[in-house]
């Protein structure tokens, strides 16, 4: 072996050496690509900044529809408006998709008070998605509080003749509070059915919010596979009255609440997803799939959910159509029914797809509020996860620095198999449940500028994916 | 040479790349030092979000007090509040240190409309901080609608007898709000000197926010050095009433304005800022210092700028009692007087820490809102720069992500000296500017958690530098 030889390996070992540093130290800089879909990404922030339809099309569906509950007449009106913006958007085709959704009326103004030492403490209540009414004079009866769903299911027949009252709050020392609101929802969906088997009258819950206000948030509960004759009637209270009625058992543990409801389940009602597209210019057949839910709970009026969420994924064709980017696959834009109680619309779509063998090479979906952008959580093959990632240098200029592994969300995750990219947008979670399924979920609490980064945020990535994932897409 | 010695250099070079690869690949995760600043850090965060004691305190602040212009009764009051609620914290010492302060008034609330083809139309306004008053009965005139300072400099002549009315609005496209307001807030300090000269009668300043809304914002304005001859009335008015106003100009370019006030201002008022310290264990001489300012404008309670900042800075002192963290260096609080109409409050401060020869190591300004977290701007030498940026990965799973260089505050800011760390705190920008300065800017546009994640984040940072810059400091 000569010197030569030697001189020659040890010029491929250092240049192997400095290409890595080269590639560390440039990580942050942008390749000729990179730099135009950085330009594009910022005229789809500006557009959507500047001329941005997002914030109008929420004021209009939260001040003349309102609050949406699948089956109501509300929720009708939803879809017709959403058949309206969607045309007015000019979108190559709408149409609406027929769903059979539960139909549950709330009733009457719910009343709630608990008496100690002869005094009435009102609480603040609303019943439960789902759950029958009490009897026309509602119940009244002592009350046991527990933590959990295990604690519950150990109280066996002492629960019998008695208000069971679930009391365990959000952890608010989880950063994300979605991770609080998973680990105590539990109670309002599963507790009636755990308690109703015992001969317990009623269950009462504690609100799912990180604070302690005064108003009751609702959502769905269901009963399950149980007889029909253990059903029994479940409502929220608000924090403030949980804390307060716990600490009043402490002093009086036989203190009596009244609970009086009187909603109930009627037949399921013929709704619709409302779905447009643009068709893609290289690969119609193959679909990017965008959307939030349509319906929402009656208390307020849906503004944060999910009426921030069509509104977006509206945007985000609007966004495409202004800034004349043509997207290779067909974008579309489902604004789903029916994800509150049961999810109906999401599984029509996802059906649909099944039977006509329609090919989904991505979804992106926005249920989690319009507040300030924070990321994505991708639910993809490592490949596609990996490739997304990487995305991260074009989107943290935009505050869009979390792109982690994760779930989508309720309706685009049903279209979940291999060689499909699933997206969930994250804005940031601090405000989230201070509004969701309660009164305060109004307009109001929209910014618009959060709004509209979420909308540009959306975009970008969908217009990423059109671009990356083609060759990923199953054939 | 030898086959042994080309295995040799083989190896060497082989080695060297691993090396460098796994640097790469084990970059996210953390030293074992580093593992017992993460345990610290979450103690800190677990406290505040469980136990914090800043929301009460902004409570009682903007509820008590509420808005406190320097010089003002109610800003007597808060330096009351703040040295109370000082020594409640049970910190090893609390002072007062004395500074004279601006002393202006705002009068009767102030009338503006304009008259346009015999209809009047009424607009919102406020007077600008230390603007003179208008004439008893106000002043009325034909208008000039400029966009920019050096515009209003180019009018010369045609500027006598005329209100100027400056309306360049705030950049959208630019995602930090402060940006924006740093793009358009020259007309408002500037305007009426600008044109004084001309003999012009008034400015009216469309408000210095992202939103088209009905609400004027206030702000401070200047003469500066010109003759009080030129000195001319100053007032904002609300972006709805500048759209329409700019509207109406178009149509009918002769309309009248009116504009009255009645604002002066008095002379300079004894003032305090307001100190307390945790003495440091093994350099008490050495002073890391956090604050914000205590005086706020009058039109709203003061509380996003700056209640927010100012509990945020007592709360990182509680945090570290409450987690018996033992600093090495003195940690001290600072509620700086009159930060809106000159900082004479940091002047006073800035000097003393001159004549005494204190040395100061380090501070931390909060003065861009009570919003979520987003970073932290570093004004410091390369080398604590670089340090600072280090401790990314520690405070990004608290969404922290935005790390860079960048200006502190216009309090700490004036301790720039080499050796010194400065750093600015800042929250997400969005939603700042819809409250700033304005009627809007109340507690209950405070968010619990998201104020908590601020001081939690600044109390971690401080965490970091005390126990990491020691060997940065000064001689």
Redesign the interface.
């Known amino acids: 072996?000569k010197?030569l030889s030697?001189l020659f390996?040890?010029a491929i070992?250092?240049i192997?050496?400095t290409k890595?540093?080269e590639t560390?130290t440039t990580s942050n800089e942008l390749t000729a690509a990179e730099k135009v879909d950085a330009t594009i990404i910022k005229e789809i922030?500006?557009t959507a900044?500047?001329n941005g339809k997002s914030h109008e099309w929420l004021r209009d569906l939260t001040t003349n529809v309102g609050g949406r509950l699948s089956g109501s007449p509300e929720a009708a009106m939803a879809v017709k408006w959403g058949e309206h913006v969607m045309k007015e958007a000019g979108l190559d085709s709408v149409w609406l998709q027929p769903a059979m959704v539960p139909h549950w009326i709330r009733g009457e103004k719910e009343v709630a008070y608990y008496i100690s030492d002869g005094k009435k403490f009102d609480m603040a209540v609303c019943a439960l998605g789902g759950s029958i009414s009490t009897p026309r004079d509602g119940v009244m009866a002592e009350v046991i509080e527990v933590k959990s769903i295990k604690e519950a299911e150990a109280l066996g027949a002492i629960a019998k003749g008695k208000i069971i009252f679930f009391n365990r709050p959000f952890d608010?020392?989880l950063?994300n509070?979605f991770s609080a609101y998973g680990g105590s929802v539990d109670q309002r969906g599963s507790g009636a059915k755990t308690v109703g088997k015992f001969g317990a009258l009623a269950v009462i819950v504690r609100s799912m919010t990180?604070?302690i206000d005064n108003y009751p948030h609702t959502g769905t509960m269901r009963y399950g596979d149980i007889p029909e004759s253990e059903y029994i009637p479940a409502a929220a209270i608000s924090t403030l009255a949980a804390e307060n009625l716990s600490k009043s058992l402490k002093e009086n543990p036989n203190l009596k609440v009244y609970l009086k409801q009187s909603s109930k389940n009627l037949p399921k009602e013929k709704s619709f997803n409302v779905i447009g597209e643009i068709r893609g210019s290289e690969n119609p057949e193959k679909v990017i799939v965008v959307g939030g839910h349509l319906d929402s709970w009656d208390l307020g009026d849906g503004a944060h959910d999910d009426g921030t969420g069509i509104v977006q994924s509206l945007e985000v064709l609007h966004l495409f159509k202004t800034n004349k980017i043509k997207p290779k696959n067909t974008i579309r834009v489902v604004f789903f029914m029916d994800e509150e109680q049961g999810g109906s619309g999401s599984k029509a779509y996802a059906k649909n797809v099944k039977t006509t063998k329609e090919i989904h090479i991505g979804g992106v979906e926005s249920d989690s509020g319009g507040f300030?952008p924070?990321g994505f959580t991708i639910d993809a093959n490592s490949a596609n996860t990996d490739l997304l990632k990487s995305w991260k240098k074009l989107l943290?200029?935009?505050?869009l620095?979390d792109i982690n592994k994760g779930g989508s969300g309720a309706d685009v995750g049903k279209l979940k198999s291999e060689g499909v990219t699933l997206v969930g947008y994250r804005p940031?979670s601090?405000?989230y449940f201070?509004y969701h399924h309660a009164a305060t979920d109004t307009f109001d609490k929209v910014?618009?500028?959060?709004l509209e980064?979420g909308s540009a945020s959306m975009a970008s990535m969908i217009y990423l994916m059109d671009k990356y994932l083609y060759n990923n897409a199953p054939n």
């Open positions: 072996m010197k030697i390996l040890f070992l250092a192997a050496c890595k540093k560390k922030f500006d900044l500047l608010n020392t950063i509070t990180n604070n300030t924070r943290a200029p935009y505050g620095h940031d601090q405000r201070d910014n618009k500028r959060e980064l």
